[in-house]
């Protein structure tokens, strides 16, 4: 009798075992993709809205002064939206500042210690390979040549790709260099970085894509061709 209970018990215990496996795949695969695209929405709603409401800046009256240096960007913040053709005729994610959890649950995240956009230096950002959305799901389909473009409040910007993607260990913290020496580059220039996990599952190394800033382009002037694919 005791055997006969021993293995009910058992039974059960692998059941509840098996339901939450199965709930938390759920949970990974489905809702956290769910959340992440709410997230992402409303990151890329309040950016429109914000640089809708922005009015142009009056002419000075007297000679202008030498520019002062942007303000950095604000941490946990949005600033960007990010194209990239080749992921999909719809694909876009807002890039935010910083790359702790709470901000790559939201869309794709800004390495604050790397250059601003479009300026000289290394403009790198990371995101999620599965789970919140799978932003670079298809990480692996980048090729040289394709275009990353991305629009701040006054300007389009188009990266080119120069690699494939390249495998790499977590700690190799040189990628995002201004110049990465494991890159194509060779010289200070305008460069973009994506990083994103690998295996698809897993977070043992990295995949890396490195990209030149090949033109920029109003706003006001309306959407790059590069965004045709």
């Known amino acids: 009798m005791s055997v006969r209970i021993l293995i009910r018990s058992f039974s059960e215990l692998c059941i509840t075992a098996g339901t939450l496996i199965v709930l938390f795949v759920a949970y990974l695969l489905y809702w956290t993709g769910v959340k992440a695209d709410h997230a992402a929405s409303d990151q890329i709603s309040g950016l429109q809205q914000q640089w809708a409401a922005q009015q142009p800046a009056p002419a000075p009256a007297a000679a202008p002064r030498p520019a002062a240096p942007p303000p950095p960007y604000a941490e946990g913040r949005s600033f960007a939206v990010m194209y990239v053709p080749r992921l999909g005729r719809d694909w876009h994610r807002p890039v935010l500042e910083g790359t702790a959890v709470k901000d790559l649950q939201k869309g794709l995240g800004h390495y604050a210690n790397t250059t601003r956009l479009g300026q000289e230096g290394n403009f ?7 789970t919140y959305g799978d932003p670079f799901k298809d990480f692996p389909e980048l090729r040289p040549g394709d275009a990353v473009v991305l629009r ?3 300007t389009w910007y188009v990266y080119r790709v120069d690699n494939r993607p390249y495998r790499t260990v977590p700690g190799d913290v040189g990628v995002i260099d201004p110049v990465p ?3 194509p580059y060779r010289s200070p220039g305008r460069y973009l970085t994506l990083t994103t996990c690998d295996p698809e599952w897993g977070s043992s190394h990295r995949l890396i894509v490195w990209a030149h800033l090949d033109a920029t382009q109003p706003v006001a002037h309306g959407r790059p ?3 045709d694919g």
Not at 124 to 130: L, P, Q
């Open 181 to 183: 020496a494991k890159s």
């Open 225 to 227: 061709t590069a965004l």
């Open 152 to 154: 701040d409040d006054t």
């Open 124 to 130: 790198s950002v990371a995101g999620h390979r599965r």
